[in-house]
């Protein structure tokens, strides 16, 4: 599993810098060699944006970015004019390495916000001089596990159709919007695509991908997904094609994320189905999983529905309240608004945890993944600052 | 400390019927002798709603009501037709044993969503009957036992001003909407006062107090706030005299609510000010007092700014991200978006926790109650139903 670099075109590289006090890790470079530069984005939709992503939605804006640069270790927010001039720094010491402007490298930073300091800035630019010189057109892997933070696994995935390729990498352990574990993901692809074909493709899968994947409701100022195209493949797939291995590639990304979710005990796929609309299938499942009681329910391996209601109850969706009906891990619970089958039926110990709500007015239908609220959650948020 | 019963013309009883495991008292029952009969009350703005709540919102709407009877152990919600039922002849029960009619006694109950059986209807009807019996001018603090649940202390609340009084008895740990604890608060007065007078002070209270207290961002299928007057004292107050004493019976019994919270290690207090509107500023508020990974910190002193900041940045509230100071505990961590004075010179261990953001764009303001998010909280909402 080659990543980032299982694409035709494209090189990377992981080193350690040191601006984690582990020595683990902490920056990477993905190089887009070509023959094309074309690059689509989207970023977090948090209005407290990192500097990174104010400098990288300018980058992106004109279509063509032939480098991305990431750093774990300080996320580089709210670090004042001396923050933006460091990833200002970075990108034009990533443009003199590989012989490339400024204005071509994507920038992006996870860590600590308010960290950015000088002892920062001097490790990421000491990042950008030991990345450049261990570029390899395997280093995927590498990328891969120097953007982790307290992910515990490297998250790559690759599809790779005929005679080309999509790959791609993740970090974080949350949403694109929301998620403060602040995710950051790399997609490359040798498919001959046109920036505005990437656009529309990276926005298609996003949206029911990670824009799905709601760990704990927090929105990250750093989220970035990047997608890349060098071309190298020579081959122009339909479009119908790259859209569904772009999807795959996406969909398994996410997945990796909510599997890897801090001090998380359940992967929930909450399914809600016969919504009038998609958006109120997403603000159903949203609420769901965005609910404290019932992930702490989950937790505790407690198939209250009530609080699933309760939950419902607070959105504007088309629905009647006494008409809904709630499964959870295949066993009905709830039937039209009142108990159906008894809950120490259901069996909530595996951790693929499955809540179904069919809200019996319509013909939509969406899936959120999240997780449940565990002590570990509680630990890892409060025991040390990230 | 009399709590309902120390406005004239009230009295009440708690007794214990049997729907609790624990044996602990769990039906309360609170009557106006008069000579007024008028009510004003607010509810749940869940659109999953108990049946008590749905009765309740029909016997208020003439003004008038002459009891209100309220149990804990088990929620009547979502529980069919035989639960509304069980409301219905809860409410006859109480009318029968007083001579009132059914359509003058409100209907609370507070405990597990999808409870509300034969059991259930049997344990109620008995704790009516008890309850008739049990009434007395100084019943209120057993009253205020009676309806707890998760509850450690019984919240009372009296202000006598010259010749009349509002006191008042809550249950309950979250917010009126929303809040899953269920937020049932009963307030008598002896105050003349019309339905109307009622209504709007009683609106103008909430909005400002209860409203207000957000501890875990769950909203309650059952939460209610019932204002009875009896006019017993002959008095008719100034309006600013009963709006004042009426809000500080509020604030008081809001502030218990908070202090009370299940699992909570801090009561957060969060003024946001130089807002642009008040509602900007319960806006900003309420997203950091819903902000896991914020709570999550607190809980371990740690005074993590870039969590507020990155909770702010989630709303459509009017501000700058880059221009906006946060103090906690009196020192400002952040100033104009940037790091400020050392966070390790804040001393969050004290329970009491004040967070202040200065968004630096208008002239209004707000605070916002609410706690921490800690083991006892995931422990105690995962380790049984509730």
Redesign the interface.
């Known amino acids: 599993m080659q990543g980032v670099t299982a694409a035709a075109g494209f090189r990377a590289a992981g080193v350690t810098a040191g601006l984690k006090t582990s020595g683990k890790p902490d920056v990477a470079l993905v190089v887009n060699d070509g023959p094309d530069a074309a690059v689509a984005a989207v970023f977090t939709s948090?209005?407290?944006?990192a500097h990174p992503v104010i400098w990288s939605r300018q980058v992106v804006g004109d279509g063509a970015a032939r480098a991305v640069v990431l750093n774990s270790g300080g996320?580089n927010?709210?670090?004042?004019p001396f923050?933006f001039q460091t990833t200002h720094m970075t990108a034009e010491a990533v443009g003199d390495a590989l012989g490339i402007g400024a204005g071509d490298v994507v920038v992006c930073s996870t860590g600590?916000?308010?960290v950015g300091d000088q002892t920062f800035r001097d490790g990421v630019l000491r990042g950008v001089d030991l990345a450049s010189a261990a570029l390899s057109a395997d280093g995927g892997p590498d990328a891969a596990t120097a953007i982790m933070t307290t992910d515990t696994k490297a998250k790559q995935s690759v599809v790779t159709e005929d005679g080309w390729t999509v790959g791609g990498m993740a970090k974080g352990a949350g949403m694109l919007a929301?998620g403060?574990a602040t995710m950051l993901v790399v997609i490359t692809t040798d498919a001959v695509q046109t920036p505005d074909q990437l656009d529309q493709a990276l926005r298609a899968a996003t949206r029911i991908t990670f824009d799905r994947v709601d760990s704990?409701?927090?929105?990250?100022?750093n989220d970035t997904v990047v997608l890349l195209s060098s071309g190298a493949s020579g081959v122009t797939p339909e479009v119908g094609d790259f859209q569904e291995a772009l999807t795959a590639v996406c969909a398994d990304l996410a997945r990796q994320l909510q599997q890897d979710a801090e001090g998380a005990s359940h992967d929930i796929t909450i399914e809600v189905v016969h919504a009038a609309t998609e958006d109120d299938a997403v603000t159903v499942g949203r609420s769901v999983a965005?609910?404290?009681?019932f992930k702490?329910?989950v937790?505790?391996n407690?198939p209250?529905?009530?609080?699933v209601?309760?939950?419902?109850?607070?959105?504007d969706a088309d629905f009647d309240?006494?008409a809904v009906d709630v499964s959870m891990n295949g066993v009905r619970v709830?039937h039209?608004?009142?108990?159906d089958q008894p809950s120490d039926t259901v069996d909530l110990t595996p951790r693929d945890t499955h809540v179904r709500i069919d809200l019996g007015v319509g013909t939509h239908a969406a899936t959120i993944l999240t997780n449940d609220?565990?002590?570990d959650?509680?630990?890892e948020?409060?025991?040390?600052?990230s």
Chains 1, 2 share one sequence.
């Open positions: 948090n209005r407290a944006q996320a927010c709210f670090t004042g923050g600590l916000i308010g929301p403060l704990d409701g927090c929105m990250s100022t965005r609910n404290n009681l702490a329910a937790f505790g407690d209250n529905w009530g609080r209601l309760a939950a419902i109850g607070t959105t309240p006494y709830c039209a608004g009142a108990p609220l565990t002590h959650y509680v630990h948020n409060s025991a040390y600052s």
